[in-house]
């Protein structure tokens, strides 16, 4: 790739044209940051907008981004398109958006069966996921942060009840991911759609069953005015990572205490994310518990079969690449350390709460 000036020195303009004017001027720099989501929604856009306000505290105002939602800048499955071609210099997004390159991009946000939050965070910090993620980016020329996730998800909303696999047959389901590769598998059309034409789709009879985050969001999008009936937990997708993701000349043009300021702004980010996602999915699960909304759990028989269908998945995937046998490796080897702490130490204090 044919490098760019994003900043240029004194008061210049950065040579790349289009859509973001990355610039320096007195001393500050001033970028556009594109995000995959609508700013004001809850959880995913209170992400970004985090992330640049941070930015901005702890470099004391000598960097500012300002924030673009979904569509605003570029369409929402188009952000690190745009950062790659040097269009705008920084993207938000969840990886897997980007999984058309390389699938093995499906790894960084949330796969069926697949990591907690905490286990996923666990695995880039110390199991040498983010090392491997660097690697891969890098071959497009940009550099990524881990900078949220929404913890367990809802495994979407349906218009009739699933009570068996006969039921899956046909369905046209919003879901994204490799969550629809599995499910394509057992009988059900994967429809990948933007956030936010998931309400009309749904409303419309275009889908039969949406997929899209948790109670909090779920809620937010409305939903549950569409039916009452939701399905939990996530096996498709336990919970979805979001990335902030640099063009790597941009980056490489911020000065070490800048670089700096912007991987702890993501850390930090990410963290209250966590908490955000968890308070308020808590709030948001009993008010729409109130609203009449019925929180299911998927039959037996159909989890069995997901399980099934996702090892299928799997083994294709990482059959055919390269980056995906890398990553399934190293994300496997901690997934299994995971499980079985989990199960002697996390599952039964959960069970013996009260």
């Known amino acids: 790739m044919k490098r760019r000036t994003f900043l240029a020195g004194g008061a210049g303009l950065a040579a790349a044209g289009g859509l973001a004017a990355p610039a320096i001027a007195q001393g500050k720099i001033e970028w556009n940051i594109a995000s995959s989501f609508p700013k004001a929604a809850p959880g995913v856009g209170t992400n970004v907008n985090r992330y640049a306000e941070l930015v901005s505290l702890m470099s004391d105002g000598r960097m500012h981004l300002t924030v673009y939602g979904a569509g605003e800048l570029v369409p929402p499955f188009s952000v690190e398109d745009a950062v790659q071609q040097g269009n705008v210099p920084v993207g938000h997004a969840p990886p897997y958006y980007a999984a058309g390159k390389n699938p093995a991009l499906h790894w960084y946000t949330g796969v069926p069966f697949g990591m907690m939050s905490n286990e996923h965070y666990a695995w880039?910090?110390?199991?040498?996921?983010?090392?491997?993620?660097?690697?891969?980016?890098?071959?497009?020329?940009?550099?990524?942060?881990?900078?949220?996730?929404?913890?367990?998800?809802?495994?979407?909303?349906?218009?009739?009840?699933?009570?068996?696999?006969?039921?899956?047959?046909?369905?046209?389901?919003?879901?994204?991911?490799?969550?629809?590769?599995?499910?394509?598998?057992?009988?059900v059309n994967a429809v990948l759609l933007p956030p936010t034409e998931i309400f009309q789709a749904l409303q419309s009879g275009a889908i039969d069953a949406a997929e899209w985050v948790g109670p909090m969001l779920d809620q937010a999008f409305g939903l549950q005015r569409i039916t009452k009936l939701c399905y939990v937990p996530a096996y498709a997708e336990p919970g979805a990572a979001l990335a902030v993701v640099f063009n790597a000349d941009a980056w490489n043009e911020l000065s070490p205490d800048l670089q700096a300021i912007c991987g702890a702004a993501a850390s930090a980010a990410a963290l209250e994310a966590q908490a955000q996602f968890d308070y308020h999915n808590a709030q948001a699960m009993q008010a729409l518990k109130d609203e009449g909304v019925e929180f299911l759990?998927?039959?037996?028989?159909?989890?069995?079969?997901?399980?099934?269908a996702w090892a299928q998945v799997k083994a294709e995937l990482a059959g055919q690449n390269e980056d995906v046998a890398r990553v399934l490796e190293s994300y496997d080897a901690y997934l299994e350390k995971a499980v079985a702490y989990s199960r002697a130490m996390t599952e039964p204090m959960l069970a013996g709460r009260r």
């Open 297 to 308: 759990n998927f039959p037996d028989e159909v989890v069995a079969a997901m399980g099934d």
């Open 124 to 187: 880039l910090r110390w199991g040498g996921g983010q090392e491997i993620w660097d690697e891969i980016y890098a071959q497009r020329n940009l550099k990524p942060f881990y900078s949220g996730n929404s913890n367990t998800q809802s495994g979407g909303w349906f218009k009739n009840r699933i009570e068996g696999l006969d039921d899956l047959q046909g369905l046209n389901m919003r879901i994204a991911g490799l969550g629809g590769e599995m499910l394509r598998k057992l009988g």
